[in-house]
């Protein structure tokens, strides 16, 4: 049973690009989230997708979008890259109606 | 809103010995979940434990085990027997119901657990 998987594992971008992020959600899951983690910090909420729309958001600009498709796998696009944007962007994915989440191992975005 | 402190920015054991980790949160919710979980210098979340708010018994997963005190807003963390693939940083979330039978993850800074043989 695979569990929740991210790609890539590392990206290196300049500043104003922009940049996406992929994740496929663990076997049986519906719902996924996406959190940003700074160096030293924990997790924190950016958004929620469930049945193809955002259903939740946190405290995050408009630069960062999602996407979720048919097959429950989402994606994260940020927009004109700052270097404040440099952190571990985790997927997390659950069954709709629950709290447990599971986590991918993340992908390292670095901005130059 | 909700809100999780972790106060412990470090702490460190014997191997076999037992920690507590410390945790309190906020929430004006009632329908809610706590957990800890554990992410090693792989960076996976990793969860280790969870408890819903409305069960009174507290949580126990093999040498885990939490000690939860809903009117303190307390939601510890005891590991027995430390071993040192236990060293990580621990992080204690809050889950809370944000409607439409979506809920998110509140987490604390962290607690990085050394485990020293």
């Known amino acids: 049973d695979a569990g929740v998987t991210q790609s890539p594992t590392h990206l290196i971008k300049t500043r104003g690009q922009q940049v996406t992020l992929r994740c496929s959600p663990k076997s049986g899951h519906d719902t996924v989230s996406w959190y940003q983690q700074a160096l030293g910090q924990g997790p924190q909420f950016i958004f929620q997708y469930y049945e193809e729309e955002e259903r939740q958001r946190g405290n995050f600009p408009d630069r960062f979008s999602g996407h979720q498709f048919p097959n429950y796998s989402s994606e994260l696009n940020v927009n004109a890259l700052l270097l404040g944007d440099s952190a571990l962007y985790l997927c997390a994915s659950s069954l709709a109606g629950t709290a447990e989440a599971f986590f991918g191992q993340g992908t390292r975005l670095t901005v130059v | 809103a909700q809100t999780v402190t972790q106060s412990q920015p470090e702490m460190s054991v014997q191997e076999a010995e037992t920690v507590t980790l410390s945790c309190t949160y906020d929430t004006s919710e009632n329908n809610y979940y706590l957990f800890w979980y554990k992410q090693p210098p792989s960076r996976q979340m990793i969860l280790v434990i969870r408890?819903?708010?409305?069960?009174?018994q507290n949580a126990t997963e093999n040498r885990f085990s939490v000690n939860f005190q809903k009117a303190a807003k307390s939601f510890s963390l005891k590991i027995s027997d430390s071993q040192l693939g236990d060293t990580a940083m621990y992080f204690c979330?809050?889950?809370?119901?944000?409607?439409?039978?979506?809920?998110?993850?509140?987490f604390g800074k962290g607690t990085k657990l050394s485990v020293i043989p």
């Open positions: 408890q819903e708010a409305y069960k009174q």
């Open positions: 979330a809050s889950g809370g119901y944000s409607g439409a039978g979506s809920y998110q993850l509140t």
